[in-house]
């Protein structure tokens, strides 16, 4: 019954967001956070604006756009470009390309004929931004289109990169994952119909394996040569986020709220925590830095746990939280929903609190 009502409630909001911008009032659309950092900032993804928050005192610099505009609404977490552009997409179906030290913007995409849930991929070959209209759009880093790669079904994760094959893998609400040349948007290869949504990112091991979540309530491992299933392995509930590899473990949350830890070679579960032991729905993608695994609950909570899976600590945060923890040198950040403080800082150690960034502060 939980599971049923965390569902219908990130649906609502997505849905609500659309159904408002078809009816002229764009502002009215609700989600959660988008977030990322870099050395000395943050960038807040929220509601009418963009905030660019600094690391040391939890001050903002700039916010984007400097008025609020409620035909502007940003959730998506902002992506760092290779010549440090800071791009994001809205709700209004606009991808924006920001001045990162001031907030200015750039310039502005606005073929895409739905909004963009997913952070965009920017990288050297360019920016690659999949949008719900079922389409990824690849970019040039002034923002001309190069092309885009149709896919059968809303495109709610940011896709990957693969060094070793020279393409980007693409999950989709279609159940498929798909290879795609980054040159031209040809298709390299078509993974079966893997039984469920996929709206999350997915992993990828250095032997050529690709790790995804579905709604199908499993873990799936692909060989990246074909797309062929190597394993699947059960979940209790709906996989939202993707998993996360690290030291040869995928960790991964459900929507039931468990936490796994899985051999990446056969599937099999070498430890799980409980609801019983947690607190809520995991959305977020686990945070691993050096031996310990973090990650965020639907509830309000942060997890620091170890690679046994003893719970090291847990810090209430408060408000709801489905985004994932963010590394930030040596803080925590994270981003709850429905709280009065949108941004709060932890200690790696212990998940103290060091600042929390709230509006008109």
């Given at each position: 019954?939980?599971?049923?009502?965390?569902?219908?409630?990130?649906?609502?909001?997505?849905?609500?967001?659309?159904?408002?911008?078809?009816?002229?009032?764009?502002?009215?659309?609700?989600s959660w956070p988008g977030l990322s950092a870099d050395e000395d900032t943050a960038y807040l993804a929220f509601n009418n604006h963009v905030y660019a928050i600094t690391l040391?005192?939890?001050?903002?610099?700039?916010?984007?756009?400097?008025?609020?505009?409620?035909?502007?609404?940003?959730?998506?977490?902002?992506?760092?470009?290779?010549?440090?552009?800071?791009?994001?997409?809205?709700?209004?179906?606009?991808?924006?390309?920001?001045?990162?030290?001031?907030?200015?913007?750039?310039?502005?995409?606005?073929?895409?004929?739905?909004?963009?849930?997913?952070?965009?991929?920017?990288?050297?070959?360019?920016?690659?931004?999949?949008?719900?209209?079922?389409?990824?759009?690849?970019?040039?880093?002034?923002?001309?289109?190069?092309?885009?790669?149709?896919?059968?079904?809303?495109?709610?994760?940011?896709?990957?990169?693969?060094?070793?094959?020279?393409?980007?893998?693409?999950?989709?609400?279609?159940?498929?994952?798909?290879?795609?040349?980054?040159?031209?948007?040809?298709?390299?290869?078509?993974?079966?119909?893997?039984?469920?949504?996929?709206?999350?990112?997915?992993?990828?091991?250095?032997?050529?394996?690709?790790?995804?979540?579905?709604?199908?309530?499993?873990?799936?491992?692909?060989?990246?040569?074909?797309?062929?299933?190597?394993?699947?392995?059960?979940?209790?509930?709906?996989?939202?986020?993707?998993?996360?590899?690290?030291?040869?473990?995928?960790?991964?949350?459900?929507?039931?709220?468990?936490?796994?830890?899985?051999?990446?070679?056969?599937?099999?579960?070498?430890?799980?925590?409980?609801?019983?032991?947690?607190?809520?729905?995991?959305?977020?993608?686990?945070?691993?830095?050096?031996?310990?695994?973090?990650?965020?609950?639907?509830?309000?909570?942060?997890?620091?746990?170890?690679?046994?899976?003893?719970?090291?600590?847990?810090?209430?945060i408060g408000g709801r939280m489905l985004a994932a923890p963010v590394l930030a040198g040596d803080l925590l950040l994270v981003a709850p929903n429905q709280a009065d403080q949108l941004l709060v800082a932890v200690n790696l150690e212990g998940g103290s609190r060091r600042w929390a960034f709230t509006l008109g502060e």
């Open positions: 019954m939980k599971l049923k009502r965390l569902v219908i409630s990130i649906f609502i909001l997505l849905t609500a967001s659309l159904l408002s911008a078809c009816a002229g009032g764009a502002g009215l659309a609700t040391d005192t939890g001050i903002e610099k700039w916010r984007f756009p400097a008025e609020s505009n409620n035909r502007i609404t940003l959730y998506a977490d902002p992506a760092m470009s290779p010549d440090q552009q800071l791009i994001v997409g809205g709700y209004n179906n606009v991808l924006y390309s920001l001045n990162s030290e001031t907030g200015q913007m750039n310039w502005e995409f606005g073929e895409a004929g739905n909004k963009y849930i997913a952070s965009p991929l920017a990288v050297d070959q360019g920016i690659f931004a999949p949008n719900a209209d079922n389409n990824l759009y690849a970019l040039e880093l002034n923002g001309n289109l190069r092309w885009k790669f149709n896919t059968q079904g809303e495109i709610w994760a940011q896709p990957i990169t693969d060094p070793a094959c020279e393409c980007i893998y693409l999950t989709s609400m279609d159940h498929y994952v798909y290879a795609v040349d980054p040159t031209d948007g040809s298709l390299r290869w078509q993974s079966q119909e893997l039984g469920g949504a996929i709206v999350g990112s997915p992993a990828l091991s250095e032997e050529g394996v690709l790790y995804v979540g579905t709604f199908g309530k499993e873990i799936i491992a692909l060989d990246t040569q074909d797309g062929s299933v190597i394993w699947r392995s059960p979940t209790t509930g709906w996989v939202w986020s993707g998993p996360t590899l690290a030291e040869d473990v995928l960790y991964v949350g459900d929507l039931d709220g468990n936490f796994y830890a899985i051999d990446p070679a056969d599937g099999q579960a070498l430890w799980n925590l409980t609801p019983d032991q947690l607190d809520g729905s995991i959305a977020g993608s686990p945070l691993v830095v050096a031996d310990t695994i973090y990650f965020t609950s639907e509830s309000g909570s942060l997890y620091a746990v170890d690679p046994t899976g003893s719970i090291l600590w847990s810090q209430a």
